[in-house]
């Protein structure tokens, strides 16, 4: 909505952002927008990231706390253009629920290297990226146990992802921190999370 032209009515992908200003290149009107920071809490498949999502709404009102397989759900997934297709939605749904004054936090585990390289990624002071990460040994029993997931794949995968988050800084070009939820209940994890959310304001 904020990026549909007041004057002429584009609503194509196509407007120039700089700062808090949006041009259209159609007409040249330029209005302003609500200009505020992107956040993604990622992690492997088992490692916890909805379970702390829903933890991290009861917790606070100041932020919006949305799961991106929404999309997922509801879009193509089988090429690298229809993944982009999902990141472009997850921005372009949080660049207009910030003009309500809020933060957007999406639980998020693919995708992360695409979050610079869209359209819409112009529309956010600053996108930042957290990962869930824990010992091998506890995934692998949050997965088995406490989620009954058998598919050895499926299981490997998350294990070499999790790795991944804990031995490397970046994905791509985006960088990310991580949070350890070893030894922690939910509630630690989500307040942890909140916390840094505070720290990135």
């Given amino acids: 909505m904020i990026a549909i032209c007041p004057k002429c009515g584009s609503h194509n992908w196509n407007k120039k952002v700089e700062g808090d200003v949006i041009t259209c290149p159609n007409c040249g009107e330029k209005w302003r927008f609500i200009k505020k920071p992107l956040y993604i809490l990622t992690g492997c498949s088992g490692v916890g990231k909805t379970t702390t999502g829903m933890a991290l709404q009861k917790l606070t009102t100041d932020f919006v706390v949305l799961d ?50 869209t359209y819409h ?9 957290l990962a869930l990460v824990c010992s091998e040994e506890s995934l692998r029993e949050r997965m088995t146990v406490g989620r009954g997931i058998t598919h050895e794949g499926w299981i490997n995968g998350s294990v070499d992802y ?17 949070l350890d939820t070893d030894g922690k209940c939910v509630s630690q994890v ?10 990135k304001g």
């Fill in 68 to 117: 991106a397989d929404m999309f997922f759900n509801i879009m193509p997934h089988e090429t690298d253009e229809d993944y982009f297709a999902q990141v472009e939605q997850v921005q372009s749904l949080s660049k207009n629920i910030m003009q309500s004054g809020k933060c957007v936090v999406w639980t998020m585990a693919g995708n992360i290297d695409k979050l610079v390289r």
């Fill in 121 to 129: 990624a112009a529309f956010f002071s600053e996108i930042h990226v």
């Fill in 162 to 178: 999790n790795h991944y988050f804990r031995t490397h800084e970046k994905i791509g070009d985006v960088a990310f921190e991580t």
């Fill in 190 to 199: 989500a307040e942890e999370v909140l916390q840094w959310l505070k720290s």
